[in-house]
């Protein structure tokens, strides 16, 4: 049988990831200089990492050629799908938020609001449990920019600091949710691998609490 | 304009040779394992009134569902089930039948999934429902049925088994909205330790809630038994639990021990089934290639209240694992070109039909003369070619 294959999301999250997995005892080195190749050995071969884009790892998990993946909760509220999240691994943390011009009432009036967003998926279902009709533009880059130019009355993206909002004469509207890395496993897998997954995902959790301690 | 007259929608695509023998072949083999056990074929219309399919009993979202209107302006579906519309069918038609009624089928069915995913929006099942009967005999003859099926096909399944009844007892004795009660389903059904564990620390604590927290990780083989037994609360519970250990030592007598999984935690989107639920996963697919379970109140919505069980099978999915593993019919030429002469068209015909009245499979030439028929065997892989004329001549092409 194959070794397990992990996909991680290259950037913050893999670096959070690889020095937990070094926490619980797998040996690291082949991805932490990894020159260009995607898929790397993680201890000795007893697990496989691939590096992907966020929601390229949902895609690989959800089809079952990775059994496991470490993917920010933002990616799984946009994008869904159907797999197991078993763990959450307490690094990555920010928020959702509906942001708007400073000191502006947003749920005031009644003229339908346009909102830009990277995430439209989120935007839309956060307003249709709101029941508030408006209208969603998706935008690729900075968000910030639309209600700037006047092209949006607000915007929803994720907030860490809050530091860019205010430089831009934004404020939090009003929270959505909270967001953090999360370990998502594959169903088949975690059916036909139980017992080396759970192993894995138990490791994983203790090494977790530890570091928090 | 024309622009997509060369392709096909997003979620389909055309069966070649090949992957075409591979489907028939294991539609062929699993309608003979259903037969054999007394199933009938049936056959429902592809498309269905969008009513039969009430996405709050049928848990098909409506935006899955591919929609039309008939002439009337009545809201049409492409069958996005085949469960359901058997049920409506038994209600309908077979009420004065005697029961149980044991019924099968093979057919597609749509939903629209979201795009970009490789997902088929279009997938052939192969299932049987077992209608108007109850009780452990009934449960039983379905999962061996299942468990029959896909040893013929993919023996290195995975089959998991649990009971829609055991969360639904626990979940009523919570005090909690049912809004809270789907956010709850979810997180189990996706073992979203995290979220369950957040919506739990807001209930005060209590034997259901601490119940419900283990529930997702209650998952393996016989052990899970011993560790649910203190969780459950009443006699419905535990009866339950009793009844899912009586099935799993039934399976264990089949020698099924290695290839059966309890998980108290399968609570499955398909809101209709009531007891049992069991699924089937393969080590080359990452999703389930067999779904199945007990559905005793789905027939009540058609106004013919009976207990009833059943599964499907994903064939395409069972096909493409066959079909890699070399395990399905390859493609073969035909064996021998007959040629007629000028004059002797009919004859080659004939010829031809007489050949493969005994066992060959032979095609006639359409070509005029005897040396195109020759290269055209030969280009299409055949090993003889017998030309009719005053004398009939074969010969064998060699392989280059």
């Known amino acids: ?213 | 304009m024309k622009r997509y007259y060369k392709i096909t929608p997003e979620g389909t695509n055309d069966l070649l040779f090949e992957d075409c023998l591979a489907r028939r072949f294991v539609e062929k083999k699993l309608a003979k394992v259903f037969s054999s056990r007394g199933f009938h074929e049936v056959v429902t219309p592809g498309i269905e009134f969008y009513d039969v399919f009430q996405p709050e009993v049928s848990g098909i979202g409506q935006e899955v569902m591919y929609k039309m209107t008939d002439r009337r302006g009545r809201l049409i579906v492409m069958r996005p089930d085949s469960t359901m519309p058997i049920a409506r069918l038994t209600a309908t038609r077979l009420q004065n039948q005697p029961k149980p009624v044991r019924l099968f089928y093979t057919q597609p069915i749509y939903r629209n999934h979201p795009g970009l995913t490789g997902h088929s929006d279009e997938t052939v099942q192969t299932g049987i429902e077992l209608l108007g009967a109850a009780g452990i005999r009934a449960d039983l003859e379905v999962i061996a049925t299942a468990v029959e099926a896909l040893s013929q096909c993919v023996p290195n399944f995975r089959l998991e088994l649990g009971h829609a009844g055991f969360f639904r007892a626990l979940a009523e004795q919570l005090p909690v909205t049912d809004n809270v009660r789907e956010d709850i389903r979810q997180a189990i059904e996706s073992k979203n330790y995290a979220a369950l564990d957040a919506i739990l620390d807001e209930l005060p604590a209590s034997q259901p809630v601490s119940a419900i927290r283990r529930l997702p990780r209650l998952f393996g083989g016989e052990e899970v038994f011993p560790l649910a037994a203190p969780l459950c609360f009443d006699e419905k519970s535990a009866q339950t639990l009793d009844y899912l250990h009586e099935l799993y030592l039934a399976m264990k007598k089949l020698g099924l021990e290695k290839q059966v999984i309890v998980d108290l935690g399968l609570v499955q989107r398909n809101d209709y089934y009531t007891n049992i639920v069991f699924s089937a996963y393969v080590e080359e697919f990452g999703d389930a290639v067999l779904l199945g379970g007990r559905y005793d109140n789905l027939l009540g919505l058609f106004d013919l209240p009976m207990p009833a069980v059943g599964f499907a099978i994903n064939v395409d999915a069972i096909a493409q694992i066959m079909l890699k593993e070399g395990k399905t019919p390859a493609v073969r030429p035909a064996e021998i070109l007959v040629h007629g002469d000028p004059g002797y068209e009919v004859q080659a015909l004939r010829y031809a039909a007489d050949i493969a009245n005994q066992g060959h499979r032979c095609e006639t030439s359409v070509f005029e003369t005897r040396e195109e028929a020759v290269s055209y065997a030969r280009a299409s892989g055949m090993k003889q070619v017998i030309f009719l004329a005053e004398t009939t001549e074969t010969i064998t092409l060699e392989k280059e």
């Open chain 1, 1 to 213: 049988m194959r070794p397990l294959r992990i996909a991680l999301t290259k950037g913050r999250l893999e670096q959070k990831t690889i020095s937990l997995l070094e926490a619980v005892g797998y040996d690291c080195s082949a991805v932490r200089d990894k020159g260009r190749k995607l898929i790397l050995p993680v201890g000795n071969g007893k697990l496989e990492a691939v590096l992907a884009k966020a929601a390229d790892v949902i895609t690989y998990v959800e089809h079952g050629v990775c059994d496991l993946g470490v993917v920010g909760k933002d990616t799984i509220l946009e994008y869904g799908g159907g797999f197991y999240e078993v763990l959450d691994l307490g690094f990555g943390k920010c928020q959702f938020a509906l942001a708007g011009p400073k000191g502006k009432d947003f749920f005031g009036g009644y003229a339908a609001k346009t909102i830009a967003s990277k995430y439209p998926n989120v935007a839309r279902n956060y307003f249709e449990r709101k029941a508030m009709d408006v209208r969603i533009i998706k935008i690729e880059g900075s968000v910030e920019l639309a209600p700037l130019l006047g092209l949006a009355d607000a915007i929803v993206d994720i907030v860490e600091t809050g530091t860019t909002l205010k430089e831009n004469g934004l404020e939090v509207i009003e929270p959505i949710c909270d967001i953090s890395a999360r370990l998502i496993v594959n169903s088949a897998s975690m059916k036909l691998r139980k017992t080396e997954i759970e192993a894995l995902v138990e490791q994983m959790e203790r090494a977790k609490e530890e570091k928090r301690a």
